[in-house]
Each structure stands twice: as structure tokens, then as C-alpha cells.
């Protein structure tokens, strides 16, 4: 079965330091990976993801995240974080063993990080 | 948020009632999502659509009905057997769901609050 873990409820970060929000994922093949954050009250909004090639992906707004596959780690990074970064982030898996038209081939996302960056 | 609008913003219902919430996309995706939020507790998929006239449950399905009579529409009825439907609903769309590689693009979100 897929499942991820969003390990911390909160981040808290100055403005200008860099940030790092956690994602560990289980998948019994390999996975889909994917970043999307969300503003009060608002959907959620793409930001990145990992199919496959480069661990290292970069995606909007200056985010970026590395696929760590001994590990199974996704973790969302930013060398400088923003005021405005402020928001709920949720990291999502699929198995890339999926069967078209069935459950597994659904996304499963995690419970979400609330990033608070204070200048 | 996209391509996708989901109306109303906010909605309120007395208990025992139906309610209708809309999802429109003109993306041109073939695939659409429902999805319910609870604070703490991430997204959970309630039901999903690869084409016209197909929809699948998803891990929540109970107290739920969808229509996929429409490529652009995919209506979710919030049924009064819905234990505790004060949530709020985000409509999702994506290309299609054969390569598993798509990301998914999501409306606005509806808050229904039920008294």
C-alpha cells in the first residue's frame, strides 16, 4: 500500500534562510512523486515533481526538492525563504505499479506542513 | 487555481438536506477529482472520473454522489447520509490518469458548513 509522512506539523523560518519541508514516502514499486502548496482558504497549486532522471528537481516560486530513493525521501527546499512562501504544503505520492482504472493508481497525499516564515 | 471554478465559495445547509456542489473545467482534461479536506488530516479522494459517463469511489466515498454527464462538469451531491459533511470540498482535473506522470490542476474549493 502507498502511504507518506509529512513529518512536522510546522516549519518555522526567517525570512532569508533557507527552508526545508520534510516527505518520506513507501510505495511497493517505484514512485510519482509531487509538491503542491496551498494559501488560505484556496485550492492547492502545483509547484513540482519527480518522474523519473535528475534527483533533483526544480519547480515554481524558486522551490526546488531532491528524490532520495534509499532514503524515500522527497524533501522541498528554497535556498531563501519569503514571507509570502507562508503556506500549507502537502506532499503527494503515486505508485508508478499502478493498474489503469484502479484505487492504486490514485494520488495519496500527506497531511500537509504549515510553513510560517517571520521577516 | 487555474482553469477550474467550483461554486459557490461558501455554502451552508441545515442537516437532512441535500446539497449540490458544482466543478467546472475548461482545461479540456479528460480526468476530474473530488476531494474532501478536514484540518489536519490532508486530502482524502472521495470520487473520480477518467471520461464521460465513468466515475469511480474513491477512499470515501459513502454519503456521496457524482454525475459525469459532461467533459467540463463533474457535480458532487453531499447526501444527508454523509455523517458529518462540514468540510471543505476541492475539485481537481488533470489530463488523464493512463500514465500516472500528470499533475493534477484544482479549483478555488467550496467550505460547506452544515447546521
Known amino acids: 500500500a502507498q502511504s507518506v509522512a509529512q513529518p512536522e506539523d510546522q516549519v518555522n523560518v526567517a525570512e532569508g534562510n533557507p527552508l526545508t519541508v520534510k516527505c518520506t514516502y513507501s510505495?511497493?514499486?517505484?514512485?510519482?512523486l509531487f509538491w503542491y502548496v496551498q494559501y488560505p482558504n484556496r485550492g492547492l497549486q502545483f509547484l513540482l515533481k519527480?518522474?523519473?532522471?535528475?534527483?533533483l528537481v526544480k519547480g515554481s516560486y524558486g522551490f526546488e526538492a531532491e528524490f532520495n530513493k534509499s532514503q524515500t525521501s522527497f524533501h522541498l527546499k528554497k535556498p531563501s525563504a519569503l514571507v509570502s512562501d507562508s503556506a500549507l504544503y502537502f506532499c503527494?505520492?503515486?505508485?508508478?505499479?499502478?493498474?489503469?482504472?484502479?484505487?492504486?493508481?490514485?494520488?495519496?497525499f500527506g497531511k500537509g506542513t504549515k510553513l510560517s516564515v517571520k521577516p | 487555481d487555474g482553469g477550474i471554478t467550483q461554486s459557490p465559495k461558501y455554502l451552508f445547509r441545515k442537516e437532512g438536506q441535500n446539497v449540490t456542489l458544482s466543478c467546472e473545467q475548461n482545461?479540456?482534461?479528460?480526468?476530474m477529482y473530488w476531494y474532501r479536506q478536514d484540518p489536519g488530516q490532508g486530502l482524502r479522494l472521495i470520487y473520480y472520473?477518467?471520461?464521460?459517463?465513468?466515475?469511480q469511489k474513491g477512499d470515501i466515498a459513502e454519503g456521496y454522489s457524482v454525475s459525469r454527464e459532461k467533459k467540463e462538469s463533474f457535480p458532487l451531491t453531499v447526501t444527508s447520509a454523509q455523517k458529518n459533511p462540514t468540510a471543505f470540498y476541492l475539485c481537481?482535473?488533470?489530463?488523464?490518469?493512463?500514465?500516472?506522470?500528470?499533475?493534477?490542476?484544482f479549483g478555488p474549493g467550496t467550505r460547506l458548513t452544515v447546521t
Open positions: 472520473s477518467q471520461i464521460v459517463n465513468d466515475f
Open positions: 503527494a505520492v503515486r505508485d508508478i505499479e499502478w493498474n489503469y482504472g484502479g484505487s492504486q493508481g490514485n494520488l495519496i
Open positions: 510505495v511497493s514499486g517505484n514512485p510519482y
Open positions: 519527480y518522474i523519473t532522471g535528475d534527483n
Open positions: 481537481a482535473s488533470s489530463i488523464g490518469r493512463q500514465t500516472g506522470r500528470d499533475e493534477q490542476y
Open positions: 482545461l479540456n482534461h479528460d480526468a
